[in-house]
C-alpha cells in the first residue's frame, strides 16, 4: 500500500506519522511520500518521520520530494494537509477583518473566504495531477476549509471525502467524562464543518443509549469551559456546539478578544520555528510534547481510520467525515456538502439518517451553504463581484458596507495567489 501526503512538510505531520506506526496493523504502509516545495522542511521532518518509523519497528519506506506527480504516482490515498501562502497569510487572515470589527479567522468569516479563494484551485490543480496518475485513487481531505475544498473537489469529479478533527477530538474528551472506551462512543454529529453540534452522545453505536443528557447534567461546566462558551448557554441549546459556534454566537466578544492579543497566526508560527529546530534534532526519534499545543490533535488516529475504511482495511464502520448531502439534510441541495457520520467502505461514505433539525440550527446551516456555494463560485471563477457576494451573505458579515470594504482588503492582501486579480 502506498500513500502520499501533499503538504507533508507540514509540522502537523510527526502527528501523522506516529499514527501511521502504532496503527500500522490498521493501516499496513508498504511507502509513504511525503510531498512538499519547501525542501528545508521537508528535509526535517521527513527526518524525524524516519526515526519515529525505525523507532516504533515500522517497516515501510518514507520517501520525500517537492515533485507532486512523482509524489502521487501509484498512490492508493493522496492526503492533502497543504496551506497556500504559509502562516504569512495566514496572519494577514486573522488581521485585516477586525479593521471592520468582524472576526479574523482563518476558516470562517472574512479570513476563510480568503483561504479558500487561494486554496482552491490550487488542490484541483494537484486533485487533476492525482486522477492523471491513478484515477482509482482517493483523495483524504484535511485543508481548511474543508467544507468548501471538499465540495469543489466533488463537484470535480474526484474521489474525495473531506476529514476535520473537530468531531474525534469531542469523541475522546466525552469517553473520558464517561470513563468508556472511545471506540464505544457514537456521536450524534451534524452540521457543515466548522459549524456543527452534538446533538447526541450514544454508547456502542448509533442506534445505543443516548447519554448526552447525563454528560450535561454531570459535566456541563467542563463541557462549557472546553467550549470557552457560558455553561449556560450549554444548557439552553441542550446539545454541545462545536467551539467555532463561538464566533457566532459570541461574535463582539470574541473581536474584542482577538483585537487585544497576539493572533493565533502568530502563535503558531512561534511555535513552528521551534518545532523545526527540534524536528532537526537527530536524536529525537517520536513527536514532541510541543506539537500537541500546534493543534490538530486526534487527526492522525481519524486520519488512519478513514484511509483504512476506503482502502478496504480495518477502518470503523461509522465515521464523521465531509461528503455530499444527497438528501440527508432535506433542506439542503443534494450537492451540498455536510460533516456527519457517515457508513465508510470502499465505496465512499453514505451519510446515516439524522433526525429533524431544530430551526436554530437548521436556519444556520442553510444560511453558511449559501455562502460556501457563492464562495466556491468566486474561487472557481474569480471576480470582484463575486468576491463582494460571497462576504454580503455570510451570517458574520451581512452588512453592505463591511462587505464592500473587506472584498477590497481581501483582495489587497490577497493579489499575489489570485491570479485573476
Not at 75 to 94: C, F, H, N, S
Not at 151 to 161: E, I, N, P, Q, S
Not at 171 to 193: E, I, T, Y
Request: proline share 5%.
Amino acid at each position: 500500500m502506498k500513500l502520499a501526503v501533499v503538504g507533508g512538510g507540514s509540522t502537523y505531520t510527526p502527528e501523522l506519522i506516529d499514527g501511521f506506526a502504532r496503527l500500522r496493523d490498521t493501516l499496513p504502509i508498504e511507502e509513504l511520500v511525503l510531498v512538499d516545495p519547501a525542501a528545508d522542511r521537508l528535509e526535517l521532518v521527513g527526518g524525524l518521520a524516519r526515526r519515529i518509523f525505525a523507532k516504533q519497528g515500522h517497516p515501510g519506506r518514507i520517501v520525500t520530494t517537492g515533485d507532486v506527480d512523482a509524489g502521487v504516482a501509484g498512490a492508493d490515498a493522496v492526503l492533502l494537509q497543504l496551506r497556500v501562502g504559509g502562516q504569512a497569510a495566514r496572519q494577514q487572515d486573522e488581521t485585516w477583518p477586525l479593521e471592520c470589527g468582524c472576526v479574523g479567522q482563518e476558516t470562517t468569516g472574512a479570513g476563510g473566504l480568503a483561504k479558500a479563494l487561494r486554496t482552491v484551485p490550487v488542490v484541483l490543480d494537484i486533485a487533476e495531477r492525482v486522477r492523471r496518475a491513478n484515477p482509482d485513487a482517493w483523495i483524504i481531505d484535511f485543508t481548511n476549509p474543508v467544507g468548501i475544498v471538499t465540495r469543489a473537489l466533488l463537484h470535480a469529479g474526484h474521489k474525495a471525502v473531506g476529514l476535520c478533527n473537530v468531531a474525534i477530538g469531542f469523541q475522546r474528551k466525552f469517553a473520558a467524562h464517561l470513563d468508556a472506551d472511545p471506540a464505544q462512543v457514537h456521536l450524534d454529529h451534524v452540521g457543515l464543518n466548522h459549524l456543527t453540534w452534538e446533538l447526541g452522545v450514544r454508547l456502542g453505536g448509533p442506534d445505543g443509549e443516548n447519554v448526552l443528557p447525563k454528560l450535561l447534567a454531570d459535566h456541563g461546566d467542563a463541557v462549557a469551559d472546553d467550549l470557552r462558551m457560558p455553561r449556560s448557554l450549554v444548557d439552553r441549546l441542550g446539545v454541545v456546539p462545536s467551539y467555532y459556534l463561538r464566533y457566532y454566537y459570541q461574535h463582539d466578544e470574541v473581536v474584542r478578544e482577538l483585537a487585544t492579543k497576539p493572533s493565533r497566526a502568530a502563535e503558531v508560527a512561534a511555535m513552528e520555528k521551534r518545532l523545526l529546530e527540534m524536528y532537526g534534532d537527530p536524536s529525537l526519534d517520536e513527536k514532541p510534547e510541543l506539537l500537541a499545543k500546534r493543534g490538530g490533535a486526534f487527526y492522525s488516529e481519524a486520519a488512519v481510520d478513514l484511509a483504512a475504511s476506503l482502502l478496504g482495511g480495518g477502518g470503523s464502520p461509522y465515521q464523521v467525515v465531509n461528503t455530499y448531502n444527497n438528501g440527508t439534510l432535506p433542506f439542503l441541495p443534494d450537492d451540498a456538502v455536510i460533516e456527519v457520520q457517515a457508513a465508510v467502505g470502499r465505496d465512499g461514505a453514505a451519510p446515516l439518517a439524522v433526525p429533524a433539525l431544530d430551526p436554530l440550527f437548521a436556519g444556520l446551516i442553510a444560511s453558511v451553504t449559501a455562502y460556501e456555494d457563492l464562495a466556491l463560485a468566486a474561487a472557481l471563477h474569480g471576480g470582484r463581484e463575486r468576491v463582494f457576494r460571497a462576504l454580503l451573505a455570510h451570517p458574520l458579515i451581512g452588512q453592505y458596507a463591511y462587505a464592500d470594504q473587506l472584498t477590497d482588503k481581501l483582495l489587497a492582501h490577497n493579489r499575489e495567489h489570485l491570479a485573476w486579480a
